[in-house]
C-alpha cells in the first residue's frame, strides 16, 4: 500500500486547510485511517483516526472541535480538515494506514505510512 500525503503549507493563525491521503496498492475500503504530526525536535503523535466505514472517529484533545477527519472510498483517499489553527499546530502530518478496521491513537498500530507534509502556522 502507498500512501500519498498532500495539502499542507503555510497559513497564518486562525486560518484553514485541508489535507488529503491518496492511498494505492491496497484495498482502501477495509483499512482504519489515522494522521500524526511531528514537530522539530518531538515525537510523532496522535493526531486523528477514522475506522473502515467512516462512523467511528478518534480525535487527540488539543485538536477536538477544530478538526474533521473524513475517507472518500471512492477515491480511496481519506482527508483532514484543519480550521481555526494555531501556532502550536505547526508540524510534519503524516498519514497512516492500518489493516483493521478499528480507529487507534497508537503510532505502532499502523502498518502504512505516507511522507508526511509540512503545515506552517503563523502567529
Known amino acids: 500500500v502507498q500512501l500519498q500525503a498532500s495539502g499542507g503549507g503555510l497559513v497564518q493563525a486562525g486560518g484553514s486547510l485541508r489535507l488529503s491521503c491518496a492511498a494505492s496498492?491496497?484495498?482502501?475500503?477495509?483499512?482504519?485511517m489515522g494522521w500524526f504530526r511531528q514537530a522539530p525536535g518531538g515525537e510523532r503523535e496522535f493526531v486523528a483516526s477514522i475506522n473502515w466505514s467512516g462512523d467511528s472517529t478518534l480525535y487527540t484533545n488539543s485538536v477536538e472541535g477544530r478538526f474533521t477527519i473524513s475517507r472518500d472510498d471512492v477515491k480511496n483517499t481519506a482527508y483532514l480538515q484543519m480550521d481555526i489553527l494555531k501556532p502550536e499546530d505547526t508540524a510534519v502530518y503524516y498519514c497512516?494506514?492500518?489493516?483493521?478496521?478499528?480507529?487507534?491513537?497508537?503510532?505502532?498500530?499502523?502498518?502504512?505510512w505516507g511522507q508526511g507534509t509540512l503545515v506552517t502556522v503563523s502567529s
Open positions: 497512516a494506514a492500518r489493516v483493521d478496521t478499528a480507529a487507534d491513537t497508537e503510532v505502532e498500530n499502523y502498518d502504512y
Open positions: 496498492g491496497g484495498t482502501f475500503s477495509s483499512y482504519a
